[in-house]
């Protein structure tokens, strides 16, 4: 008897096909409050191999820490411009680049402040479920509060803190790293 994979058992590598135009690398529009920042890095196989088709789900609070709520408009009094999502591709040396606003950090349902933060999810192919994690800011002070954070061993946080690339440009760069020693963090959500 032979073991097959059947469909419902693999994914991909066709998220180019049905995600690409999906995709949209601008999470804030140019009337967006708060500080612009750009964010690129690499998704890296265990190997240090780039992987050309994952694509990544952002999802983020505005620069007062607040998530703009499903169905609400991008010009109101919250959103101000900012839709809160956004979806990019790797290309085929495994790169991706989005640019939006520094999220401020929010409160969670029980008061407790989060450091800003956003919320990643990324899909592959291989991956019966998405990899879920976060990247934080480097030199932000709430950091050394923030609940999620603080559940992460010390010697494994950086790799859930983005570098800075470009100060003057706020550009920061962040790589997914999905096996080995420098493996990124993920969460089971």
């Not at 690409?20 to 967006?32: F, H, K, S, Y």
């Not at 939006?100 to 999810?121: F, I, M, Q």
Request: with cysteine; glycine share 10%; proline share 5%.
């Amino acid at each position: 008897m032979s073991l097959v994979p059947t469909s419902s058992q693999t994914v991909g590598p066709f998220f180019s096909i049905a995600l690409g135009r999906l995709c949209n690398e601008n999470i804030a529009a140019g009337t967006a409050a708060g500080e612009c920042m750009a964010i690129a890095g690499r998704v890296l196989d265990g190997d240090g191999m780039p992987v050309p088709d994952a694509v990544l789900e952002i999802w983020q609070a505005d620069a007062r820490g607040i998530y703009p709520r499903n169905g609400e408009k991008e010009d109101s009094s919250t959103a101000k411009g900012l839709c809160g999502f956004g979806r990019v591709a790797t290309n085929e040396h495994g790169e991706f680049r989005f640019v939006s606003v520094k999220p401020g950090s929010g409160s969670d349902t029980e008061g407790r402040e989060h450091a800003p933060h956003l919320l990643v999810s990324i899909f592959m192919r291989g991956l019966l479920t998405r990899l879920m994690t976060r990247i934080y800011f480097p030199d932000e002070p709430r950091n050394a509060n923030d609940l999620v954070l603080g559940l992460v061993p010390e010697e494994r946080r950086d790799t859930l803190i983005a570098k800075v690339a470009d100060r003057a440009a706020g550009s920061f760069q962040w790589n997914v790293i999905l096996q080995g020693t420098d493996e990124t963090v993920f969460f089971e959500w």
